[in-house]
Each structure stands twice: as structure tokens, then as C-alpha cells.
């Protein structure tokens, strides 16, 4: 029995963070956030420290609800009636851009200014797929009208299955009413 309750007195010495807009939180260790604190400082620049990191705390799906464009509120509103209970950090009323762009730059993935090997080749790539998609519409086009007599005018596209072929209008007569 006595050592049970040794167990539960450390369990609740372990340290909390707190998400700062909804009040769900989670256990973490001291070495987690002296790491996290020294990664965020070589990252911005700057001195970070561990006590800004469990102010400013929100979990994964907070971070990624904000950077989906979602409000502050709507991610309290989300949360629970917990979170609607919750003293949220006070810049959240006073100014909210300056806090979600502060809880991005101290969660989650930093995106450096300059793109990692893998960002630049993976943008390439997709330059390239996206090449391919167009060039072959403009080298069907292309061909079409280098086959043309030339001063002969073009033939005009299929209608879609389903539809009736529309023909050109400038090319008709204008017929008079009389």
C-alpha cells in the first residue's frame, strides 16, 4: 500500500504543459523542454527559453486547426466546454494575430528562410509534373495549325458527349427580317 502511494506523489511532480487556449494538457520532463527551448533558439535566432515554451504551449491539433486558417474561437469552441471555462493567455483578447503567429513560431515544425535540399528538389518536381500536364495540349494545338492552309479557318472543337455541337456564329450569314 505505501508504495503505491510513493508512486502517485511522483506521477503528480511531473510537470504539466498546459495548452495556453484550451487548458488540455499533457505530461512532459524537464529534458524535453530544456531541448525544445535550445532547438527554438538555434532556429530563431534568438534566447528561448523553457518557461516561454510551456506558456505559449498548444498541442498538434490546435497548431494545425490555426494553420488552417480557423479562428481562435473556433478552436475553443471545438475543444469543449473545458476549454470554454479555460482563462485563455491574455493576448488572445488584446492581440490575437501576435499570438497565433508567436504559438507557430514556438510549435510544431519551423519552415526556415532558406528551403532544406528536400523542400527545393520536391518543388522541382512539381514545376516539372505540372510542365507535363500543359505542354501536351499546346503541342496538339500547335500541330493543328501548322497543318492548316494557310487563310483557312479552324476547326472547331468537339462538343462535349452529351451536348450539341455548337458552331461558330461569326461565320454564318446574317440573315435580314423584312
Excluded at 472547331?156 to 454564318?172: H, K, R, S
Amino acid at each position: 500500500m505505501a508504495r503505491k502511494a510513493k508512486k502517485n506523489e511522483s506521477k503528480s511532480k511531473c510537470p504539466q504543459l498546459v495548452c495556453c487556449l484550451t487548458g488540455a494538457s499533457r505530461n512532459t520532463n524537464a529534458n524535453y523542454l530544456a531541448d525544445k527551448a535550445k532547438g527554438r533558439t538555434e532556429i530563431l535566432g534568438r534566447k528561448v527559453e523553457v518557461d516561454e515554451i510551456v506558456e505559449f504551449y498548444v498541442p498538434k491539433n490546435v497548431l494545425s486547426d490555426l494553420r488552417k486558417g480557423a479562428t481562435i474561437e473556433e478552436v475553443r469552441k471545438r475543444a469543449g466546454k473545458k476549454a470554454q471555462e479555460f482563462e485563455m493567455h491574455k493576448m488572445a483578447s488584446t492581440n490575437p494575430e501576435k499570438l497565433i503567429a508567436k504559438l507557430f513560431e514556438l510549435n510544431g515544425k519551423m519552415k526556415t528562410n532558406a528551403p532544406s535540399d528536400g523542400a527545393a528538389k520536391a518543388a522541382e518536381a512539381r514545376a516539372a509534373k505540372e510542365a507535363k500536364k500543359t505542354k501536351p495540349a499546346a503541342k496538339k494545338a500547335s500541330k493543328k495549325a501548322a497543318q492548316a492552309p494557310e487563310g483557312a479557318t479552324p476547326e472547331p472543337t468537339p462538343a462535349p458527349e452529351g451536348q450539341p455541337q455548337v458552331e461558330n456564329i461569326a461565320e454564318q450569314p446574317v440573315e435580314a427580317n423584312g
